[in-house]
T-cell receptor
Framework: NAGVTQTPKFQVLKTGQSMTLQCAQD?????MYWYRQDPGMGLRLIYYSASEGTTDKGEVPNGYNVSRLNKREFSLRLESAAPSQTSVYFC????FGVGTEAFFGQGTRLTVV | AQSVTQLDSHVSVSEGTPVLLRCNYS??????LFWYVQHPNKGLQLLLK??????LVKGINGFEAEFKKSETSFHLTKPSAHMSDAAEYFC????????????FGTGTRLKVLA
């Protein structure tokens, strides 16, 4: 099973460029999440989607937009990239509920120059 | 709202000695708690989870954690460290507060000395 698949794995952008990070899961999970990981700060929640058709802001949503395209896919868009958005981005999915664990993609390493 | 605090950003132990990684949580509702491990330049792997059943939870690779409601803690332990345990460890809290957020601590980097 593929689990959670993120594309691309690496990306370099110039300041002001836009791009979309793609995430797809094949586990039929209802909830999906986007995080960014920076040294010493753990994983911070950018946006999440509790179920198909809903999205909500997390801790650090500024500069990002998301789309829950269908139950499988949850994309993250940077409209005008900034150097502060240089980070490793992780997508995750989990079944709806408190006690269910999240499954993570392998991450996208994004550098904005 | 919920949050989690990992009390040590770095922990060093000698191979063969016990490991203790500390995590405190805050939640207005009954939480579920998780520990993940991340090896360098790798993804995240679930070690164990607590979901209101037994308070002592056993995970993979000899790790275990004890949920203590009175202390709002969920510390991760292992009796004997191995070189392969060197990694970053994250404590996660999840509780229903209108929606099901999944909130990470800032991580503890474990170094194992030969």
């Amino acid at each position: 099973n593929a689990g959670v698949t993120q594309t691309p794995k690496f990306q370099v952008l110039k300041t002001g460029q836009s791009m979309t990070l793609q995430c797809a899961q094949d586990m039929n999970h209802n909830s999906m999440y986007w995080y960014r990981q920076d040294p010493g700060m753990g994983l911070r929640l950018i946006y999440y989607s509790a179920s198909e058709g809903t999205t909500d802001k997390g801790e650090v949503p500024n500069g990002y937009n998301v789309s829950r395209l269908n139950k499988r896919e949850f994309s993250l868009r940077l409209e005008s990239a900034a150097p502060s958005q240089t980070s490793v981005y992780f997508c995750a999915s989990r079944e709806f509920g408190v006690g269910t664990e999240a499954f993570f993609g392998q991450g996208t390493r994004l550098t904005v120059v | 709202a919920q949050s989690v605090t990992q009390l040590d950003s770095h922990v060093s132990v000698s191979e063969g000695t016990p490991v203790l990684l500390r995590c405190n949580y805050s939640s207005s509702y009954s939480p579920s708690l998780f520990w993940y491990v991340q090896h360098p330049n790798k993804g995240l792997q679930l070690l164990l989870k607590y979901t209101s059943a037994a308070t002592l939870v056993k995970g993979i690779n000899g790790f275990e954690a004890e949920f203590k409601k009175s202390e709002t803690s969920f510390h991760l332990t292992k009796p004997s460290a191995h070189m392969s345990d060197a990694a970053e460890y994250f404590c996660v809290v999840s509780a229903f507060s209108g929606t099901y957020k999944y909130i990470f601590g800032t991580g503890t980097r474990l170094k194992v000395l030969a």
